[in-house]
């Protein structure tokens, strides 16, 4: 047999524009003279549609609209189409999680999703119904069976610990099925591409069958989808795989495996995030309907670096960086801030705040006259110049991004309604350490010093008073970093953090830190995910709580 694979980056609810990009693929794809043609899950209306799901016209147009697509390819090879089912029946949640067989101008056939993720930034419970059994397709002579992502994530041999009770994959081979082929939207974070592979070879190989497995690319919101759509023999030996980040059509051919395409691929974090991010941010500015971007310049490596995604994603001409220095501002990150765009070609001004930081002092000052000075004069330079951004994103059309970092945001070392001002945290899921390892790597790719070398050797700092630096108010970003770590992603308690060897006082004010937080989080802008927890659709804290494990 030979499969093509169409690894398409769709937008949520573009039924039409989905289309005709399904459309285009398979009349492209034709040309490998394919015997069956497959979408990544829900191809025809984006993933994640969320409360979309709950709209019965859209559902209905959805359908309308893979009649069309049916019409259309009449003459082409049979083609899966991944889409949101009606429950016929008068129980359970109104939809399946599906994906429709098109052919001679027909739906033939739907294959529907067993497992229904309900974890991080999963919610297809709220949803879907479950459909229990095999789904096979009979194709000339092959035994082919449907499952559709989470339901090859249950392997009994893998997992130390399964979440389901039933293995859709062991319920095809029972069926069976020949050959498995797999339709997904898998969203990206680091190194999960190597655990996909090793996970999808070890099934291949352990039931003697080959595996197909096509996955949708793009961003979407918060998630980022990485692609990187792959076959294997029956032996668990990869035979073929997709591009990542980037839309591909890719045809296997399971008998001639010369023929096949195997993509080169940089498993490295740098890379690896640089990618995502410059993917995600891209589709957040497009898919949003804009065409530039613009952000406030610190002289910080956190700003620089998302410059430089940002003149990656849309073009340095379509980038707009803009300096507020204030009294406390340095010469040095006012001149790294300048070296930086002239290292990027960005477009810049500068807006200098001492005035406006004068007006709000003289407006205040009764009122501030019976206080001490404090961390509100500090708060309000960063609201300063979120005014000011926002009022620059608003007369130019320009979607502003933010600039914190996930170790910043962890621990709330960031203003509400000042520097967490923004539509996207494009860098709100990378810690600061690995901020620097980012940069240096791009800077180690053969295109010179992009990031100035006096932005990454000097103290971290928020310059909103003399000689200020971030480690006055925070523990070194290394430590805290790891602290961070073991408490986010893995959700360790302090006693098992500080058992690590980690410093006992550091580690219960970094934890009071993190949640003293959350009402701050919960009114940032969206922000990429690229690690296993990020604080977005997947993190769900009270705010209002106490610290359950202080006496």
Not at 428 to 439: E, F, H, L, T
Request: net charge negative; charged share 25%; aromatic share 8%.
């Amino acid at each position: 047999m030979k499969i093509s694979l169409l690894q398409l980056n769709p937008i949520v609810g573009d039924l039409e524009g989905n289309a005709k990009r399904i459309i285009a693929a398979v009349k492209e794809s034709e040309k490998q003279c394919p015997d069956l043609i497959v979408t990544s899950e829900l191809a025809l209306i984006g993933y994640p549609p969320r409360d979309l799901l709950l709209v019965k016209q859209f559902i209905t147009k959805s359908w309308e609209t893979l009649q069309t697509i049916a019409a259309e390819l009449n003459d082409s090879p049979p083609i899966i189409i991944g889409i949101a089912e009606p429950n016929a029946t008068n129980v359970g949640r109104p939809l399946y999680n599906g994906a429709a067989l098109v052919h001679t101008g027909k739906i033939h056939q739907c294959f529907r999703k067993t497992l229904l993720p309900t974890y991080d930034v999963f919610d297809e419970d709220r949803y879907f119904e479950p459909s229990p059994g095999p789904k096979i397709l009979h194709l000339r002579d092959n035994v082919i069976g449907i499952s559709l992502c989470e339901d090859i994530w249950n392997d009994r041999d893998f997992w130390n610990r399964r979440r389901y009770h039933v293995d859709p994959i062991e319920d095809l081979v029972k069926s069976g099925a020949e050959l498995i082929i797999n339709i997904s939207a898998s969203p990206f974070t680091m190194g999960k591409q190597q655990l996909r592979e090793k996970m999808l070879a070890g099934i291949a190989r352990k039931y003697r069958t080959s595996l197909v497995y096509v996955n949708q690319v793009g961003g979407n919101d918060d998630l980022i989808f990485d692609g990187r759509s792959c076959a294997f023999d029956s032996q668990g030996t990869m035979i073929a795989r997709a591009s990542a980040f980037n839309e591909d059509a890719i045809t296997v051919d399971l008998t001639d495996l010369s023929s096949n395409r195997i993509e080169k691929d940089d498993f490295t974090p740098e890379s690896e995030i640089w990618r995502a991010l410059v993917l995600g941010t891209r589709d957040y500015v497009h898919k949003s309907g804009f065409k530039a971007v613009l952000l406030g310049l610190s002289g910080g490596i956190d700003s620089a670096l998302v410059a430089a995604i940002a003149s990656e994603a849309v073009g340095r001409e379509n980038v707009s960086g803009v300096l507020m220095p204030s009294p406390y501002s340095s010469k040095g990150s006012v001149d790294d801030s300048l070296r930086l765009v002239e290292n990027l070609k960005i477009r810049s001004t500068t807006l200098p705040i001492s005035q406006i930081m004068d007006a709000y002092d003289m407006v205040l000052h009764q009122e501030f006259s019976r206080y001490p000075k404090d961390i509100t004069e500090e708060n309000l330079q960063a609201r300063i110049r979120a005014v000011l951004l926002m009022a620059m994103s608003n007369k130019s059309g320009s979607l502003l991004l933010t600039t914190g970092n996930k170790s910043e945001v962890s621990v709330g070392y960031c203003t509400l309604y000042g520097d967490m001002c923004g539509a996207i945290g494009v860098i709100s899921d990378v810690p600061k350490s690995m901020v620097y390892r980012i940069a240096r790597w791009l800077n180690s790719q053969g295109n010179g010093s992009i990031i100035p070398e006096s932005i990454l050797t000097k103290s971290p700092s928020a310059e909103l008073r003399p000689g200020q630096t971030d480690q006055d108010s925070l523990p070194p970003y290394d430590l805290l970093d790891q602290i961070l770590y073991h408490h986010i992603e893995l959700h360790e308690s302090p006693d098992e953090i500080i058992a690590r060897g980690f410093p006992a006082e550091t580690t219960y004010k970094t934890l009071h830190l993190v949640k003293n937080a959350e009402f701050k989080r919960k009114q940032a802008a969206p922000g990429f995910k690229v690690t296993d927890q990020a604080f977005g659709t997947g993190w769900r804290m009270p705010i209002a709580s106490k610290e359950w494990y202080l006496p």
